[in-house]
T-cell receptor, first 115, second 114 residues
């Protein structure tokens, strides 16, 4: 199956700093990438959808100025959490797909802890 | 609004004890129903996609089925390594062409006791 990686796998930062998370599709070209957030013992909540070369589409209630998404190439998308606060602490997961798959393939996730 | 409900929330089985997980959905127009397995601290692992009522797919001890209102994930003679959270998600027909988002259920935490 298709492989998606994320970096870093975990990160601890101080309140007020910004954190960047990378999502890469390793063996296919991802025309669409999705970013999810998952709180403990809860399901995945979609934050935004990004298509290569265009602006991301954010879900209702997700602040686009706080969660900056860039999908500059067919294999890389980044999520930057700006001015992070403790309530942003969560498990962030990306997924990637292309038109020939339809299925979304998920990365291993990034655990963010904001102190 | 599209809704996905999974039951039970948690299930404990003895090794070898077969059972089924349920995913019921209410959507405007189902394009596909997806099953994923998620281990603690990891991203979901793709299992199956079902597209039409009556469709069935199998993989090792797992079999997924689909009706017009729900999907079942049957697990036959499970082993401890099948312990995980099983998530279902629905995808509806898009208004614009392209890969559309998934709406996830809350999952079933499955524990297989040796």
């Amino acid at each position: 199956g298709a492989v998606v990686s994320q970096h870093p796998s975990w990160v601890i930062c101080k309140s007020g700093t910004s954190v960047k998370i990378e999502c890469r599709s390793l063996d296919f070209q991802a025309t669409t990438m999705f970013w999810y957030r998952q709180f403990p013992k809860q399901s995945l909540m979609l934050m935004a959808t990004s298509n290569e070369g265009s602006k991301a589409t954010y879900e209702q209630g997700v602040e686009k100025d706080k969660f900056l998404i860039n999908h500059a190439s067919l294999t890389l998308s980044t999520l930057t959490v700006t001015s992070a606060h403790p309530e942003d602490s969560s498990f962030y997961i990306c997924s990637a797909s292309d038109y020939s798959y339809n299925e979304q393939f998920f990365g291993p996730g990034t655990r963010l802890t904001v102190l | 609004e599209d809704q996905v409900t999974q039951s039970p929330e948690a299930l404990r089985l003895q090794e070898g004890e077969s059972s089924s997980l349920n995913c019921s959905y209410t959507v405007s127009g189902l394009r596909g129903l997806f099953w994923y397995r998620q281990d603690p601290g990891k991203g979901p692992e793709f299992l199956f996609t079902l597209y039409s009522a009556g469709e069935e797919k199998e993989k090792e001890r797992l079999k997924a089925t689909l009706t017009k209102k729900e999907s079942f994930l049957h697990i036959t003679a499970p082993k401890p390594e099948d312990s995980a959270t099983y998530l279902c998600a629905v995808q509806v027909f898009p208004t614009n062409f392209g890969n559309e988002k998934l709406t996830f259920g809350t999952g079933t935490r499955l524990t297989i006791i040796p």
